[in-house]
């Protein structure tokens, strides 16, 4: 694995699957060497574009599979076999729900700013595409597609609610906070 990405996503080792790590891993491997951004700049990059408040891209994507895997724990502590969670298949996901903003950004005299890409095929979509490349399973291209309003019309899985969510309460409280 990578050194640089093993240092963005610390939580790639909690999935326990080798080849669903590694193929993880990967694809964050090389949307870093497709964007106009560098790791480092994931650091000081605002995780959103919509909100006037913000903390950085990585502390922020890191914070969404840090929430799923609480939410997974507590959900799978009461509800048992009732509402099965893979668990690998959630983190996998989780982080890489927002891979393709490292295509949807560029950046323009050091300020970061959506690309002709990123306005005309956004991160769900580009997110697909680059896991694809990587032969992630249907599962994790799922979440990746449905995690944001691109998937409100249709039927998210387990992890994909999960996902989804995490992501939303994370994101609506800097948007309403002036
Ligand atoms: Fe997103």
Not at 35 to 55: C, G, H, M
Not at 147 to 153: A, F, I, L, P, V
């Amino acid at each position: 694995m990578n050194e640089t990405v093993k240092k963005l996503w610390p939580e790639l080792e909690w999935i326990e699957e080798k080849d669903l790590r590694e193929k993880t891993a990967k694809v964050w491997e090389y949307a870093l060497e497709h964007s106009d951004l560098s790791a480092q700049d994931l650091y000081e990059i605002p995780f959103s574009l919509l909100t006037e408040k913000s903390v950085s891209f990585i502390a922020h994507k890191r914070s969404v599979v840090h929430i799923c895997r609480e939410s997974a724990r507590v959900m799978r502590e009461f509800y048992d076999d009732a509402l099965p969670i893979n668990m690998d298949v959630l983190i996998s996901g989780a982080i890489l729900i927002d891979v393709g903003k490292l295509l949807e950004y560029t950046k323009v005299a050091g300020i970061c700013v959506q690309s002709r890409m990123g306005k005309l095929v956004r991160h769900p979509f580009s997110g697909v595409a680059l896991a694809a490349r990587f032969d992630l399973p249907p599962e994790v291209l799922h979440m990746i597609a449905c995690h944001s309003k691109e998937g409100d019309h249709g039927q998210r899985t387990t992890e994909g609610w999960i996902v989804h969510h995490a992501d939303f309460m994370s994101f609506e409280p800097f948007r309403s906070m002036k």
